[in-house]
């Protein structure tokens, strides 16, 4: 049986790769038996092409103040948090710009058994984006509501065990007229993992997917489900790495008889190495369908970024990145080939506060039309908890 601390730490594991070791380690208080947890970043932006426009960009100072609450409960065989993250964007220079975002997410896991567990998520967010919107001039405003949970039956050390997944999301849009109408949708998605540990603290693994996405369009082009078989391997501390990889096959079924199906190899990795307790290079690459934009019936987006984050001294560390994604719009001749690349500094003022510099720079090299674009922002932030 887990301790209540063990739970925890299981509900809110990344999904992918640790965080930073040199993190900012927020410290909870007692509130009548909760752990609260608040942080506070601050940061200020400049960004001279925040609408990612092909001819007569627009650039801003932006404010940004990102605050986050966090409630936790234990006790001997379940844990839940519950989470608000807020964002305000103050854009100083086009005021019909500034934005504010709100996240509320409850997780929850309940250890039955040694061998049946069961954790669920809960989430509504709010947001607005002023990238690669739909209207040049006005924000794309959305928001999604989703729930989702898995299953899981065989002790964690056990050489077998499976997770059975489901999850719901609808995504509606708050513009104005019939604006990104074409986009909204309800999204019912299940999976089913099989795990074998092969020795030591590496797993294989085995994962079946199926994706049902349903718009509201009335006889919409993209009305389709998605299928997924894939393999895997998952290991932890070996040879100073830490890593997931699985790679398969994807297929793509739509409704409609006049928009071809489409297939394609598929796979999702994320490795870190560790030569060194003060140095750390991560990469992480992708190949997947993501869902249709600007008219196409899909995207076929192929990425990946490389990052290493060093730690110069106890109060001094670094991150510098580069990142590379190809998206294929299906049902277009259309072909984005887009750069990211970028670096911060953190400065650890005090065991509570952070203080960061950095820089992005983001190319979208596009065969389409005035839909490439350069983008360079320059930014310093103020990160601050109890």
Not at 118 to 123: F, H, V
Not at 194 to 204: D, E, K
Not at 312 to 339: A, H, K, M, N, P
Request: proline share 2%; glycine share 6%; charged share 25%.
């Amino acid at each position: 049986m887990k301790s209540t601390s063990q739970l925890a730490i299981v509900l809110f594991a990344p999904t992918l790769l640790p965080a930073s070791a040199w993190a900012l380690d927020p410290q909870s208080v007692d509130v009548a038996g909760f752990q609260f947890t608040p942080t506070l970043k601050v940061s200020e932006t400049y960004d001279d092409n925040f609408r990612e426009l092909n001819t007569d960009e627009e650039s801003s100072w932006i404010t940004t103040i990102e605050p986050e609450l966090a409630l936790v409960a234990e006790d001997r065989n379940s844990a839940y948090r519950l989470t608000y993250k807020g964002n305000t964007q103050i854009y100083h220079d086009d005021s019909d710009a500034s934005n504010t975002d709100h996240k509320i997410k409850l997780e929850s896991i309940m250890e039955f058994t040694a061998r049946q567990r069961l954790k669920l998520t809960g989430e509504y967010r709010k947001m607005e984006d002023t990238a690669d919107t739909a209207v040049a001039t006005e924000n794309d405003k959305y928001h999604v509501k989703s729930i989702g949970g898995v299953y899981s039956y065989g002790v964690e050390k056990a050489s077998n065990r499976i997770d059975l997944g489901a999850s719901y999301a609808e995504l509606r849009y708050d513009n104005s007229g019939n604006i990104n109408a074409d986009e909204e949708r309800d999204t019912t998605a299940i999976n089913a993992v099989w795990f074998h540990r092969l020795g030591g603290s590496t797993t294989a693994l085995l994962e079946a997917r199926h994706t049902d996405y349903d718009y509201l369009l009335t006889n919409s082009p993209r009305n389709s489900t998605e299928d997924a078989l894939l393999a895997g391997v998952v290991w932890e501390a070996t040879a100073k790495t830490t890593g997931k990889i699985r790679v398969g096959y994807e297929k793509k079924d739509f409704q409609r008889n006049d928009v071809d199906d489409l297939e394609s190899p598929m796979w999702e990795i994320g490795i870190d190495w560790e030569p060194l307790t003060y140095s750390k290079f991560s990469l992480s690459t992708r190949q997947s369908f993501d869902e249709g934009d600007d008219g196409s019936d899909a995207i076929k987006n192929t990425s990946s970024t490389l990052a290493w984050s060093h730690g110069w001294t106890e109060r001094i560390t670094s991150r510098v990145f580069l990142g590379y994604s190809q998206q294929d719009y299906e049902g277009q001749d259309r072909q984005d080939d887009i750069t990211r690349t970028g670096a911060n500094l953190t400065y650890k003022m005090r065991s509570w506060l952070d203080i960061g510099v950095g820089y992005t720079y983001i190319d979208n090299n596009s065969d389409a039309d005035n839909e490439g674009y350069k983008r360079n922002i320059y930014m310093i932030s103020l990160t601050g908890s109890l």
